[in-house]
């Protein structure tokens, strides 16, 4: 062939032989993110405990959004039978996380009334924090506390530095309970109202503490308040310790009345878990309804999940619920005020308890047990 030929087919073949690999190329990378996504939504519904699957339950809102970005990437791909295929997944995994988070969207029904009554008496408010333990801005945090005056103040992550910086509290408020470690598990309770028990109490490991107390509100009407920080998951290690210490929680508190759960969860409110838990203990979220108030993490704009909660019994009201100003960590604080109203019982109801949901609870406390026995 003459060089002169050459040169006419390679000017006729190239475009179109490099227009053909990028969007093999292109294809080709799209089919693997889908097969990625796919997997981030079937995944999480297999009933294990295993870091890497329960991990999934987090990013749900984030991952919603990937599979619409993606699903509009599919498009120009339409004509394939595979894309078809892939389109059909990534619309049932869309469907998957609809139906977890969808309890928490604002559009939802609420699970918790807003409160009528006027009447401050039966009123309790609460900020619950987690400071993040190498935050060293304690005094973002005693403004914060200042300025928004709880009734009860509920705190995560504090060491000895912490307690010593927060020393002002102990003049603000009547009543406070710590105990600071260095492990991320400190936990501290400061209050203005009449406690009548308080104790801090290791539900599955005294490394990991919690604080069992009860207290009065103005008007006289006694409240149980558990404050609880249990294990995240992370690599290397599963949410077998948290999914036990939740279901624990639960069953304590499931005949009490006037009872209420918070703190920093590690674990979002739509996690087959939470929901265990609230099967369990019979308490309510007031989220619900309302919607996400993502509290982690205050340092990313994209990667943010609710893992700071607050449950209560069905004789409460919600007066305020709302996501409180950056204080240096890595949690925004949360506010949650509450009215004690019986008759909310008529109207409000938790989820129920059945025969498989309590041999789930078992199986997690039971599994949490060995686990901690074999460390």
């Known amino acids: ?22 969007v093999s190329g292109a294809w080709w990378m799209l089919l693997l993110v889908c097969l990625v996504l796919a997997f981030t939504a079937f995944a999480p519904l297999l009933p294990v405990d295993w870091w890497w699957v329960r991990i999934g339950d987090f990013p749900r809102v984030q991952l919603l ?66 400071v993040l333990q190498e935050n060293n801005n304690a005094s973002a945090l005693l403004n914060l506390i200042k300025q928004e005056d709880p009734d009860v103040v509920v705190l995560c992550e504090v060491n000895d530095r912490w307690i010593a910086d927060l020393a002002p509290l102990e003049e603000w408020f009547a009543f406070h309970l710590t105990y600071p470690l260095d ?92 929901n265990l838990f609230q099967e369990v203990s019979g308490l309510l979220d007031p989220r619900k309804g309302r919607g996400l108030f993502p509290t982690y993490n205050a340092k990313s704009l994209i990667w943010r999940y609710p893992l700071d909660y607050l449950f209560h019994s069905e004789d409460f009201r919600v007066v305020k619920l709302r996501t409180l100003p950056n204080i240096g960590s890595d949690h925004f604080p949360l506010l949650v005020e509450l009215s004690y109203e019986p008759s909310a019982v008529a109207t409000q109801e938790a989820p129920d308890l059945d025969a498989g949901d309590r041999e789930d609870a078992d199986d997690a406390v039971e599994a949490a047990k060995k686990t901690n026995k074999a460390q």
């Open 183 to 274: 492990n991320t598990y400190g936990i501290a309770l400061y209050t203005k109202l009449e406690v009548h028990t308080a104790e801090v109490r290791g539900v599955i490991k005294k490394e990991i503490p919690s604080i069992d107390a009860r207290l009065s509100i103005p008007s006289g009407q006694e409240v149980r308040l558990f404050a609880i920080h249990p294990n995240p998951p992370r690599p290397g290690e599963d949410t077998t310790k948290r999914d036990g210490e939740l279901v624990l929680v639960g069953r304590e508190v499931q005949n009490d009345q006037s009872t209420i759960v918070l703190g920093d969860l590690n674990d979002v409110g739509w996690s087959r878990t939470t």
């Open 1 to 22: 062939m003459k060089s002169g030929e050459e040169s006419t087919l390679k000017s006729v073949l190239k475009p179109s032989t490099k227009k053909s690999i990028y």
């Open 65 to 130: 959004v990937s599979y619409m970005i993606v699903l509009l990437g599919m498009i120009p791909f339409r004509r394939r039978v595979t894309a078809k295929v892939m389109a059909s997944v990534l619309l049932i995994s869309i469907g998957i996380q609809l139906f977890w988070i969808f309890p928490y969207l604002p559009i939802a029904p609420y699970e918790v009334e807003w409160s009528q009554s006027q009447d401050k008496q039966w009123r309790l408010r609460i900020l619950t924090a987690n």
